[in-house]
């Protein structure tokens, strides 16, 4: 048995309102690349159960896109206001309090957080995660959440908005 860790940055956001970081909304390049980059995830053999999200509101509105593309409920999406501005410590213990009965969870989150974790759990380093990006890390040899821990994953692959056209 394995466990599978989808790492999603939120789409493009936009700048043009005068919020807070926080409430900043999706533009309009994000609410097009959220649903193309769910419906290519939801072809993937390995489907996330359970989806978990930062608050802010340019995260949620990712989560709830890939949520209603991969036919799972809005209203199960988790949020952890750990995961806002986060750096991988953080991050690794929302991972280490995931449900076991989960075998693959979506995280939605922020950089520079999400690109150093993933380049702390998997033997694969990346550059940039960009919007919309997401990484798949598969952790073979576990069977809990709290035994991921860094260089336990592998890499299983990377997609960016550019590659999925």
């Known amino acids: 048995m394995a ?25 309009p390049r994000g609410f ?3 649903p193309k980059m769910a419906m290519w995830l939801a072809q993937y053999p390995v489907q996330p159960q359970q989806l978990i999200s930062s608050p802010a509101k340019r995260a949620i509105t990712t989560a709830q896109i890939f949520a209603e593309h991969l036919a799972l409920p ?23 309090e995931l449900d076991n009965d989960y075998e693959s969870v979506a995280f939605f989150g922020h950089n520079p957080g999400l690109t150093l974790l993933v380049n702390y759990l998997a033997d ?20 809990d959440w709290v035994s991921v821990s860094g260089g336990t994953g592998t890499n299983a692959w990377f997609a960016r908005p550019d590659d999925t056209n």
């Open 3 to 27: 466990k599978h860790l989808f790492i999603i940055r939120h789409a493009k956001s936009d700048w043009s309102f005068d919020v807070s970081d926080f409430d900043r909304p999706l533009n």
């Open 124 to 143: 694969e380093h990346i550059y940039n995660l960009p919007t919309c990006g997401i990484v798949h890390i598969r952790f073979d040899d576990l069977t």
């Open 74 to 96: 809005v209203n199960a999406i988790q949020t952890d206001e750990r995961i806002y501005e986060a750096l991988p410590n953080t991050l690794l213990q929302v991972i280490n």
């Open 32 to 34: 097009k690349n959220a």
